[in-house]
């Protein structure tokens, strides 16, 4: 979706909203496509001395396995969005800002900025909770039930130790 901003131009402190919706869900993290529900974008493209600031937020609800426990998570999620929209670059020292877009006819192509702001804002883990404990390397237990019963593993550096206590 375009956004025309240059009529914001001779407006400065005018604003422009918007609300926009995606469908990403052929994204692919981590071996899944977790945005399977569409993605909405809603916020303001405000002129702040002649700079057009782009803010809002991005909404979705995540659905794919927990990279620790593997359980299904059902997780909704809320971005910030915040952009500077620009006619043209003018940034020397050649390096690239992700949050600069530039303006084509005066237009921002709100889909690429919603795209962008929501997969660099993704979590490179997706977990059911922050907390969460994982399974056991042995037996598959999920630890989040509770503690498997799996003895430690001896360190084999002290293991002529461990066989003087079982004497």
Request: aromatic share 4%.
């Amino acid at each position: 979706m375009l956004l025309n901003v240059s009529v914001l131009k001779d407006h400065p402190g005018g604003s422009i909203p918007f609300e926009v919706v995606l469908d990403l869900h052929e994204l692919a993290f981590g071996g899944c496509c977790p945005a399977t529900e569409p993605v909405t974008a809603v916020g303001e493209v405000r002129n702040t001395a002649g700079v057009y600031v782009l803010s809002g937020t991005v909404r979705t609800t995540l659905h794919g396995p927990c990279d620790r426990c593997a359980r299904d998570v059902d997780k909704p999620v809320e971005f910030p969005l915040h952009a500077i929209l620009a006619p043209e670059l003018s940034n020397d020292d050649g390096e690239e800002d992700p949050w600069l877009f530039l303006l084509e006819d005066g237009c921002a192509d709100l889909d690429d900025i919603v795209t962008t702001t929501f997969v660099l804002s993704m979590d490179s883990k997706f977990l059911c909770r922050d907390d969460c404990k994982g399974l056991c390397c042995r037996c598959g237990k999920d630890l989040n039930d509770g503690p498997c019963g799996c003895e430690p593993e001896a360190d084999p550096r002290l293991a002529v130790l461990q066989q003087l206590l079982k004497k």
